[in-house]
């Protein structure tokens, strides 16, 4: 297949700059960082920092093999423990990324018997998990559970099981999924819930409980990573008890991996010491409500996102890029995001609030929007 040129990505290499928000890049120019998942900065805190290196040079860097074999380290097994006692799940198991987490939910829970309905802006890793399940595809409109009983309800009589798929908050588009709605609808109709909590957890929810928290009896299975709020890596699954136990026997993404770094895993850990007794969430909720009050109140843009993931919508894919280029040249790192991520027509430059983003930052970054032309 061949990729029109002006959808050719080209990988770039970033350095941490000297502040806590900045990058450099190749041409040695200090960018303000506003499009990474690190929202509280953890990946650069000291003590999430020393859990990684004192747990590294007690258990090594890596695991070497997978958790079958001789992979399991107590850090995985204490992580899993107080992931279950904070979420209020039976059973978590930990995976080396969230894409591969997702994929193994997905796998875990249908078969090419089953029935998948999807919301059509589900993230790629969730899509994937499907097609290598061979189950059968249905997409109901974005955050529409009128739209999501329908296909329900045209389904239900059929033999096959059916698994419901959504995002808590979706990733591109900063949307929050009606998900009281949704259970109610898929409890009706005798549909299992897949929650994708990767961007909601330790911002939203009680404590960065997320928002499946206070609905964990009535939700099949989440899933979350370490790579965002967390600013360690890798990934995990929550479910109940029995669908777990399924898990560890049978689940091919999961059994066939060398297990998640024990370094990564201690510093998941620290962090969510540090999300648990802080309401730093509330921060960047509040937050995030400043930068979109003042991006509005610029006027010629449409902003889109009511939370912690901001997108100025654009429209054209090359319009898009010449805006990253501009706000490039004034000192923001502020990616485009193009099709085949989002939709023909729907380019956007997607920003994302963090602690770290102060209120002199906010001003010059509506000054450089102000002065694009």
């Known amino acids: ?61 890596g ?24 979420l209020g799940y039976d059973y978590v198991l930990l995976f080396p990324s969230g ?14 018997n089953s029935l998948v309905i999807a919301d059509k802006l589900i993230h790629n890793s969730l899509l994937t ?26 389904f239900s009589d059929s033999k096959k099981s059916i698994l419901v798929i959504i995002e808590s908050i ?3 588009e900063g949307t929050l999924a009606p998900l009281k ?3 109610e609808i898929c409890k009706k109709h005798n549909a299992r819930l897949l929650v994708d909590e990767a961007h909601a957890l330790g911002i939203l929810g009680p404590s960065g409980k997320g928002l499946c928290h206070q609905f964990s009896e009535n939700i099949t299975m989440i899933s979350g990573t370490f790579g965002k709020s967390f600013g360690s890596g890798g990934a995990f699954l929550a479910c109940k008890k029995v ?12 059994r066939y991996t060398t ?39 610029i006027g010629k843009y449409k902003i889109q996102g009511e939370y912690h993931i901001l997108s100025i919508m654009i429209g054209d894919e090359n319009e898009t890029m010449r805006l990253q280029q501009h706000l490039e040249e004034k000192g923001f790192l502020a990616i485009a995001i193009r099709p085949p991520t989002v939709q023909i027509g729907k380019s956007r430059i997607r920003i994302t609030i963090r602690k770290t983003l102060t209120g002199k930052i906010l001003k010059k970054f509506i000054e450089a929007l102000r002065s694009y032309k």
């Open 1 to 61: 297949m061949k990729i029109p040129k002006n959808r050719i990505r080209r990988l770039r290499t970033f350095a941490l700059g000297k502040g806590e928000c900045e990058f450099t890049i190749e041409n040695h120019k200090n960018l303000i960082d506003l499009c990474s998942n690190d929202y509280f900065g953890l990946s650069r805190d000291i003590d999430i920092i020393n859990a990684a290196y004192e747990t590294s040079i007690l258990e090594g860097l």
């Open 63 to 86: 695991s070497g093999s997978s958790r079958f074999i001789s992979g399991t380290r107590p850090v995985h097994k204490s992580l899993e423990k107080r992931l279950c006692e904070w």
């Open 99 to 112: 894409f591969q987490a997702n994929i193994a939910a997905v796998q875990g829970l249908v078969d090419r």
């Open 129 to 154: 998990g499907v097609s290598a399940s061979g189950a059968k595809l249905i997409r109901f409109l974005h955050n529409d559970p009128i739209d999501l009983e329908y296909k329900l309800a045209k």
């Open 170 to 172: 979706y990733s591109m």
């Open 181 to 183: 709605e949704i259970i």
């Open 243 to 254: 669908i777990g136990e399924k898990l560890i026997q049978t689940s091919n993404p999961f």
């Open 259 to 297: 297990a998640l770094s024990p370094s990564l895993t201690a510093g998941a850990l620290k962090a969510l010491d540090k999300i648990e007794h802080n309401n730093w969430g509330k921060e960047i909720l509040d937050l995030s409500k400043k930068w979109r009050e003042e991006i509005k109140k």
